[in-house]
């Protein structure tokens, strides 16, 4: 996608917001919806699916592999797989914009394949490692045939032959670099093996049931599990329904638990418990965050949630709880600032290699608004004041995380919070500006 000009936006106090809206689809489970479905040989129908720059960019890129994909309606798509190992040389570059995960989740699938394609992205892409993915799938028989310093994009990847099934311990906890190790072993006979030392989000392990792989799931050590699939399976296709996304519903849910007055309803929200590390957080500072209805749908949990704003306070946030709230530090932060005390959130190396380096953007868009933040390690040290000055822009480097969750803070700042560039949100929450106004969110 080209976001040529950027396009600058400030958010104003507001008076307290209230609706009941549901936010897109869940970003995880529509790039997986699609890769699966191409891996599959029949239809697979796919609803919800959230319609963003970087699931549009995995959609292409099964389409140069060989996949049909087609739009049926509104979140409504239809996908003719090729079936495991089925895919074709693409003609042209897999452009897949700013989407880590949409990336190295194809890196995976074309690992296992006997074809060669070349991956590239936007700057922000260009400068994340890639090595993670490389290392493993050279282990399964992948060639990596060029790449750029560094291990970065653009790459070209030759896949496997005839892949081997490995055993691989997971260097840092990613649901990205488990899930191209999944989807390379599914070409590969026998048992492809991955253990994570702290768990990540499954959802490569629940639509690979879904879609009739043979799974299994045990623990390894204290927070860990090892994920056992079995090789060669003739997936069956499967509808797919796409929950609301509970990292999107981050952004309106702590909108409403700082502006006063304010009372939302989020609803179809997925509560996979390996996601839902920031409603235990916000719960903990004291936010008024109710269930009102909690069903399953598609092997995922969702729940339609009550959120009122109230005053919170600081906590500390261990480290082994940042795999299930990894994209929620920048919003979280935010909430610390107007939190009574200090918030400590452990753990956060892998912020760095985001789509910025959202360590270093969070703590330089909260001081730019007056707030007393720290950087000690890999911990976000926030002090907060029950208030927040604003006044700030922020540069969002590429970030659409970065851009939503200032566009919060100014929300409930004294004076207004500016962002730099709003356009990449539509790589994930395409419609956030509209629905955060139809709030009531004083945006413009
Ligand atoms: C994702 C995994 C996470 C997350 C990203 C989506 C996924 O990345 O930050 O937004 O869908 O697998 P890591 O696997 O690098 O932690």
Request: glycine share 12%; aromatic share 4%.
């Amino acid at each position: 996608m080209d976001h040529i000009a950027p396009s600058p936006l400030a958010s104003r106090r507001s008076g307290p917001l209230r609706g009941r809206v549901r936010v897109p689809g869940d970003k995880s489970i529509s790039h997986r919806a699609l890769i699966f479905g191409a891996l599959t040989v029949g239809e697979t129908r796919i609803s919800g699916l959230l319609e963003g720059e970087d699931v549009i960019n995995t959609g292409k890129a099964m389409r140069a592999l060989g996949a049909t994909v087609e739009w049926t309606g509104e979140g409504a798509w239809r996908v003719h797989g090729v079936g495991v190992g089925g895919f074709r040389d693409p003609r042209s570059v897999l452009d897949f914009g700013n989407s880590g995960t949409g990336c190295r989740l194809v890196m995976g699938a074309v690992a296992g394949c006997p074809v060669t394609a070349t991956f590239d992205g936007d700057a922000s892409l260009r400068r994340r490692p890639m090595n993670r993915i490389l290392d493993p799938v050279a282990l399964i028989g992948a060639r990596t045939v060029s790449v750029s310093d560094g291990g970065r994009l653009p790459l070209t990847l030759a896949g496997a032959r005839a892949p081997m099934p490995i055993v691989y311990r997971t260097p840092v906890p990613s649901a990205q670099i488990k899930s191209a190790v999944l989807l390379a072993g599914l070409a590969a006979p026998g048992e492809t093996i991955v253990i994570e030392s702290e768990a990540s989000r499954d959802h490569t392990e629940r639509l690979l049931m879904h879609f009739g792989a043979e799974v299994s799931v045990e623990p390894a050590g204290a927070d860990g599990r090892r994920i056992t699939l079995r090789g060669e399976p003739e997936l069956v296709s499967a509808p797919v329904v796409v929950p609301a996304d509970p990292s999107s519903a981050a952004f309106p849910m702590v909108a409403a638990s700082i502006v006063p007055g304010s009372e939302v309803i989020l609803t179809d929200v997925m509560t996979n418990p390996l996601r839902t590390g920031l409603i235990t957080t916000l719960r903990e500072m004291g936010a008024d965050i109710e269930v009102l209805d909690a069903r399953s749908d598609g092997g995922e949990e969702m729940v339609d949630f009550r959120v009122r704003a109230q005053t919170l306070r600081g906590v500390e946030v261990p480290a082994s709880r940042a795999p299930s709230m990894i994209d929620e530090y920048p919003v979280l932060a935010v909430a610390a600032s107007f939190a009574e005390g200090t918030t400590v959130m452990r753990g956060l190396k892998e912020l760095r290699v985001k789509e910025s380096d959202r360590l270093a953007a969070v703590a330089d868009g909260l001081a730019a608004n007056g707030v007393e933040v720290e950087i000690d390690g890999d911990d976000l040290i926030v002090h907060g004041k029950g208030r927040a000055r604003g006044g700030g822009t922020v540069l969002t480097h590429m970030d659409h995380r970065i851009a939503m969750a200032f566009l919060v803070m100014g929300l409930a700042s004294e004076q207004p919070v500016g962002v730099d560039d709003m356009s990449f949100i539509a790589t994930s929450f395409p419609g956030y500006v509209a629905m955060m106004r139809g709030l009531g969110a004083d945006l413009s």
